[in-house]
């Protein structure tokens, strides 16, 4: 007969958890509070709206294509409704046509302002751009139809690259970011002075665009890690050309990368081009493969393209959860009992804690708790007549889990059973003092937990005998 709580706490510990990461980038990853990169599938002509994983007081979202082919066609990604945990996202060509690849886009969200830690040294901004460049367009490549910006640089940077994105649609007619020294379109911004001045473009097109928003990164060149991230940015030798030439062009890094921005550094084809990811794999190890893309709409429609520099922020996989799993006991005294003694009713605490930076795969959380024998499960209302109604509860604390009916289940076997669906035995109404093990299967993808607490207790009732 069980008759003091040491006895239970001695019995608590045999909780079997089950879960699986595959630790890698197929939605978001998280760097810092103010940081996040996207990998997102199947980007086409219509509009989709993309979850973050951060709240952000005024994101910064920028954006590169992944063009799977040549022959595919000519696209630009466009952004809109930037909240503070989503934004909307499609591709299109700059003439607003719908006919474009559905493909890759890889993105980088952060919060505008200045940082520098653990390596990361940027700031990013935003500004109205109410004049357009291009080939035929009023003024050109002219510094007049762009936006010195120059003076909302904060920080210091000796190797500075430049990201940027035309992330709104005042105009369904697209244009595309580029910056430059404010002197000469074909030196990128910083490149013989202190000056950046940035802009959209429409290449060749001979029209004018409504006002848009700009928002452009500048980040000091440098590789380091960051949450089990590792990051490389540079910017690249004025090599490759356009999609109607030969691509793929690669530059050669450090590392087997999973995701990554690009952004042309300066204008040196008058013709007006942008940077995009190229290839069914754009970042095999060791490399970065590109190509710089170009309008089809006026002019010379061949996408061919002189060489360019390129700037790229790539960044390497390495999160992985770091789950652990305890268990507490407590009285319940909800029907008066003052002690711990045989007829009285305790509350079982599972709690589940992942300290790693990488997330758990959707669905794939399984928990197998074993029951003292001393103990019968109590299949009721939990608090009778609380707040909750359920016979086992999930308090969740940012994890991102829910509990139903479903997820619970039971076995009354001697054994333990080898998986969830092993567990197939029902609780009777009240005290079942013949379950020996509770199955939890709850739901949903579990948040990482470097940046924030990432965990979820699972409650349940039963009386000692």
């Known amino acids: 007969m ?54 952000y007081t005024d994101a910064i979202v920028i954006c590169t294509h992944v063009l799977p082919t040549a022959s595919d066609p000519s696209a630009t990604t466009r952004i809109d409704n930037i909240t503070a ?22 993105c980088i969200i952060s919060d505008e302002g200045v940082y520098n830690s653990g390596g990361l040294k940027y700031e990013a901004h935003k500004v109205d751009s109410d004049l357009t460049n291009g080939l035929t367009a009023p003024n050109n490549w002219n510094e007049s139809n762009a936006e010195n910006v120059t003076g909302s640089i904060v920080q210091i940077y000796s190797a500075p690259a430049v990201f940027g994105q035309v992330m709104s649609f005042n105009d369904n007619r697209g244009s595309v970011f580029w910056n430059f020294n404010c002197i000469t379109r074909g030196d990128r911004a910083f490149f013989n002075n202190a000056e950046i001045c940035v802009g959209k473009h429409v290449g060749q097109i001979g029209t004018t665009r409504a006002t848009e928003t700009l928002g452009y990164i500048v980040m000091e060149t440098s590789s380091a890690t960051v949450n089990d991230i590792r990051f490389a940015a540079a910017v690249g030798a004025d090599t490759g ?49 590109w190509a710089i893309e170009e309008e089809v709409v006026q002019g ?91 016979a086992v509860i999930l308090i969740d604390t940012d994890s991102g889990l829910t509990l139903g009916p479903a997820d619970v289940t039971f076995s009354k076997s001697a054994t333990k059973p080898a998986n969830f669906a092993a567990c197939t035995d029902s609780a009777i109404s009240g005290y079942d003092p013949d379950v020996t093990f509770i199955c939890l299967a709850p739901k949903g993808e579990m948040e990482e937990g470097t940046i924030t607490p990432s965990s979820f207790t699972i409650q349940f009732r039963a009386m000692v005998k």
């Open 2 to 55: 069980l008759t003091n709580t040491m006895n239970i706490k001695h019995k608590i510990a045999t909780v079997v958890l089950f879960w699986l990461s595959m630790a890698q980038i197929s939605y978001a990853q998280v760097l810092t509070e103010n940081l996040e990169i996207k990998s997102l599938q199947g980007v086409g002509a219509t509009w989709q709206t993309v979850n973050l994983e951060n709240s």
């Open 85 to 106: 945990t989503s934004f909307d996202l499609r591709l299109q060509q700059l003439e607003d046509s719908s006919a474009v690849p559905t493909s890759d886009v890889h």
């Open 300 to 390: 010379d429609m061949a996408r061919g393209h002189t060489s360019e520099n390129v700037a790229y922020w790539l960044f390497e996989d390495n999160q992985v959860p770091d789950m652990e799993a305890s268990k507490t006991v407590d009285l319940y005294t909800g029907n008066g009992a003052t002690h711990m003694l045989p007829g009285s009713d305790v509350i079982y605490s599972i709690t589940v804690e992942n300290t790693g930076s990488g997330t758990v795969d959707e669905d794939t959380i399984v928990l197998i708790d074993a029951m003292p024998p001393e103990l019968s499960f109590y299949n009721g209302d939990i608090d009778d007549g609380g707040p909750q109604t359920q």
């Open 241 to 289: 050309a356009g999609v109607g030439n030969s691509p793929p062009y690669n530059y050669a890094v450090s590392g087997d990368f999973d995701a990554g921005v690009l952004t042309q550094a300066g204008e040196d084809g008058g013709q007006g081009g942008w940077a995009i990811l190229f290839g069914a794999d754009p970042l095999p190890n060791g490399q970065v493969r």
